[in-house]
């Protein structure tokens, strides 16, 4: 699509919406799962990946909105979505923190389990995500955050391996700031991408 500073094709806009409508119902789903399953088994990881699937979903939710609109209002629903990833980040890593001095000591198997299914479902979105990924600055902050799952799912499941063969909580504490700090990375990329694209009109 060109930017133009029109509304997308018809053809387009149904295809992104519904593959946005799939993304938000599957991201939120794993929220409620991996936030639930990661306060009763005291995981900062899961928690972590499950904010992170909250803040997937509302990106989804802004995207859209953002589908029938010009690409000046994608920009800026892009730079929405950055600000709000950031101050996720900036929360979970304050999370892990929090843990570290008070938090127990998480279970691995469920890590794993959890982690495996968000897995899977971050896997399906990316890839109904990737033919729609230049279509606009909004599906590709979409993506982009869809990537960043992936990768935050591999580690957490690493981690609860690494916590059940060890027992050490400190795997799943590093792995929940980590994730804190790829997502603040993340959301430095989404906001100068849509710096970017308000530039260029």
């Known amino acids: 699509m060109s930017d133009c500073g029109c509304t997308p094709t018809g053809a387009e806009t149904v295809t992104q919406r519904r593959v946005l409508w799939i993304a938000l119902w599957l991201n939120a789903a794993m929220f409620v799962v991996e936030v639930g399953a990661g306060t009763l088994v005291h995981s900062s990881g899961l928690i972590a990946d ?5 803040s997937d979903a509302i990106v989804f939710l802004i995207g859209l909105v953002a589908t029938q609109r010009s690409n000046r209002f994608k920009a800026n629903a892009a730079s929405v979505s950055g600000a709000m990833l950031l101050l996720l980040g900036l929360g979970v890593v304050g999370d892990a923190g929090r843990r570290l001095i008070y938090g127990g000591s998480p279970e691995g198997t469920w890590m794993m389990a959890t982690s495996l299914v968000a897995l899977a479902v971050n896997a399906t979105v990316l890839r109904l995500l990737a033919a729609s990924r230049n279509d ?22 690493l981690a609860g391996g690494a916590v059940l063969l060890t027992g050490a909580r400190f795997f799943d504490l590093a792995i929940g700031g980590a994730i804190g700090l790829y997502v603040i990375r993340e959301a430095l ?13």
């Open 50 to 54: 499950g904010l992170d699937m909250l």
């Open 136 to 157: 606009g600055v909004h599906m590709r902050a979409a993506w982009i955050f869809t990537r960043a799952d992936v990768l935050a799912n591999a580690a957490v499941i």
């Open 189 to 201: 990329e989404i906001l100068g991408e849509a710096k970017a694209a308000r530039i260029a009109g």
